[in-house]
């Protein structure tokens, strides 16, 4: 009998686990972006066709409205901006930023100076890094470029021309980079 709750039990985690998995997956059709999914609080976008190569960033939080309460700097780990291509070639290059998390989100595309590692940057007392070289950001709710942040289940993009060279993509409210969310895009 035990064994069989145990066996249940594990049934259940792991469709869970799965659903979970399943929810951070983006589809597209005609454009229309539906991310009701991703949040009780969700917001639905429409994303317009976009230019270039499109990068699509999903950012996400784990833990939930609890880690809002958490001392900056202590959320290490628990935030992760991840993308579904991490080189792209020169030229004009969308980024398509997706909230799949339960708080606002940002994303700023950073040039990374040579001999810097992504995710090194230091933050400051405001608990966030410094934006200086800052090629622009995706951070307003279902339309393109900058805002008070990407509210959860919503959408935000930017299309640029980049060269050759490394950027780091960032989330950079407070205490989110130090948690973990940013990438690096290489350009050829």
Not at 21 to 47: K, Y
Request: proline share 5%.
């Amino acid at each position: 009998m035990i064994n069989a709750r145990r066996t249940t039990v594990a049934v259940i985690v792991a469709a869970t686990a799965l659903a979970a998995a399943s929810v951070l997956t983006v589809a597209a059709a005609d454009g229309a972006f539906d991310h009701s999914r991703n949040s009780s609080r969700a917001t639905s976008c429409v994303v317009p066709a976009l230019a270039g190569t499109v990068v699509h960033a999903t950012l996400i939080n784990m833990g939930g409205p609890a880690m809002m309460n958490a001392p900056a700097g202590s959320m290490t780990g628990m935030m992760r901006l991840t993308l579904d291509r991490s080189t792209v070639a020169h030229g004009q290059v969308s980024l398509l930023a997706v909230n799949a998390g339960d708080i606002n989100h940002e994303l700023v595309v950073l040039p990374i100076p040579t001999g810097q590692a992504v995710g090194t940057r230091v933050s400051g007392a405001d608990a966030k890094i410094v934006e200086v070289g800052s090629l622009g950001e995706a951070s307003n709710t279902c339309t393109a470029g900058s805002g008070n942040g990407i509210a959860p289940g919503g959408s935000s993009w930017l299309t640029m021309t980049l060269p050759p060279g490394r950027y780091e993509l960032v989330c950079n409210l407070p205490g989110h980079y130090a948690a973990g969310m940013y990438a690096q895009l290489t350009v050829t």
